[in-house]
Each structure stands twice: as structure tokens, then as C-alpha cells.
T-cell receptor, first 115, second 112 residues
Framework: AQSVTQLDSQVPVFEEAPVELRCNYSSSVSVYLFWYVQYPNQGLQLLLK??????LVKGINGFEAEFNKSQTSFHLRKPSVHISDTAEYFCAVSGHRTNAGKSTFGDGTTLTVKP | DAGVIQSPRHEVTEMGQEVTLRCKPISGHNSLFWYRQTMMRGLELLIYFNNNVPIDDSGMPEDRFSAKMPNASFSTLKIQPSEPRDSAVYFC??????????FGQGTRLTVV
């Protein structure tokens, strides 16, 4: 089984500042990792994913994340945020060849970008 | 592909009435999930199917909730009878074998 911990429930930040949203996971098998974003009144959409290969993954809207196997982390970063990045962000993990494509989601981090 | 399609987008019903939510997953995806999202509880997995078979329904809150997947392109989530505490946004998602989930736009249910 897998579990995910998003270490911050709310992150306030000023526009154009850098941001990091933290995610730690646990798993007994190799994992795939995902970050999703949910804007108000919308469904979740994929920001980026790590399946294999380079541990630094780039996604949409200037976000990137780094898979750190030794620290079991997959933190999301953006060097300069915009007002439009205000949303809820979910980290998710699935195990290789387990659970029939089911991901386990974290509780979410609300990012609020202030002018 | 049009993505995961849910209907209706909004549903307002009276307590005690039956509510049916519908979902069409992405063609070729073998796994389908029903989630509920509220401010209090966040995102909760209710049930998921693989190859049209329910795999885990431990998240279904009570016997008033039931879900079916009669074929690979359609699923329903039914609440009978509905109660005000069932008010929430219900999401359907389908996933790739690696677990990348594709969510529908959700159904906002209000039970009065």
C-alpha cells in the first residue's frame, strides 16, 4: 500500500516569489508520482508526472518537481508565481503493477498568491 | 477523446429522493473511480472499478450509496434515499495503467 503526506495545508505567497509545495510518500514498491491542480469549481488536472528516467520533471505553467528516492519526496516548485496559480494542489502516488491503476492522493495544499 | 464526461453538472434534489450520477470514462482506460469532495472531508475515494468489476468499495459511506459499471463506457453512482449531508461535489475519474487519473468536471449535488 502507498500513502502520501502533504506537509503544508496552506501556503500563502506574494506574486513573483518562489514557492515550494512539499510532498512525502511511503511505499513498499517502486512508485509513479503525480501532481494535480484544482482551480475553483473545476476538476483536478495533471500538472506533471514522474514515471521513470530523469528525476527532475517539468510540467505545465512553469512548475517542476524533483523525485528524491532516498528522502521519499516529490516536492513541487515554481520560481515565480502568478495570481493565476492560486488553486489547490494534490500530490498522488501509485505503485508499480499494483492496485490496478489506483493512485493515493494527499490531502491537498491550498496555494494563495497575493498581489 | 473528449475526456471523462459526467452528468449532470448540477443537481438539486429534495431529501429522500433518489439521485443518479453518470460517468463516461476515457476509452481504453480500464480503471474508473468515484470521489466525493467537501470542505470538511476533502477528496474521498468512494469506490473503484477495474475492468468493470468493483475492486474496493470501502469508501462508500453507507448502504444508501451504490455504484455500477455495466460496461467499459458507462458507470453510475446512485444515492437512495438522499440526505442533506450528501451534498458535495462528486467526481468520476478514469486512469491509465500507471495511475495517471483523468477527472471529469464533477457533479455538484445539493440535497435540500
Amino acid at each position: 500500500a502507498q500513502s502520501v503526506t502533504q506537509l503544508d495545508s496552506q501556503v500563502p505567497v506574494f506574486e513573483e516569489a518562489p514557492v515550494e509545495l512539499r510532498c512525502n510518500y511511503s511505499s513498499s514498491v517502486s512508485v509513479y508520482l503525480f501532481w494535480y491542480v484544482q482551480y475553483p469549481n473545476q476538476g483536478l488536472q495533471l500538472l506533471l508526472k514522474y514515471l521513470s528516467g530523469s528525476t527532475l520533471v517539468k510540467g505545465i505553467n512553469g512548475f517542476e518537481a524533483e523525485f528524491n528516492k532516498s528522502q521519499t519526496s516529490f516536492h513541487l516548485r515554481k520560481p515565480s508565481v502568478h495570481i493565476s496559480d492560486t488553486a489547490e494542489y494534490f500530490c498522488a502516488v501509485s505503485g508499480h503493477r499494483t492496485n490496478a491503476g489506483k493512485s493515493t492522493f494527499g490531502d491537498g495544499t491550498t496555494l494563495t498568491v497575493k498581489p | 477523446d473528449a475526456g471523462v464526461i459526467q452528468s449532470p453538472r448540477h443537481e438539486v434534489t429534495e431529501m429522500g429522493q433518489e439521485v443518479t450520477l453518470r460517468c463516461k470514462p476515457i476509452s481504453g482506460h480500464n480503471s474508473l473511480f468515484w470521489y466525493r469532495q467537501t470542505m470538511m472531508r476533502g477528496l474521498e475515494l468512494l469506490i473503484y472499478f477495474n475492468n468493470n468489476v468493483p475492486i474496493d468499495d470501502s469508501g462508500m459511506p453507507e448502504d444508501r450509496f451504490s455504484a455500477k459499471m455495466p460496461n467499459a463506457s458507462f458507470s453510475t453512482l446512485k444515492i437512495q434515499p438522499s440526505e442533506p449531508r450528501d451534498s458535495a461535489v462528486y467526481f468520476c475519474a478514469s486512469s491509465s495503467p500507471e495511475g495517471e487519473a483523468f477527472f471529469g468536471q464533477g457533479t455538484r449535488l445539493t440535497v435540500v
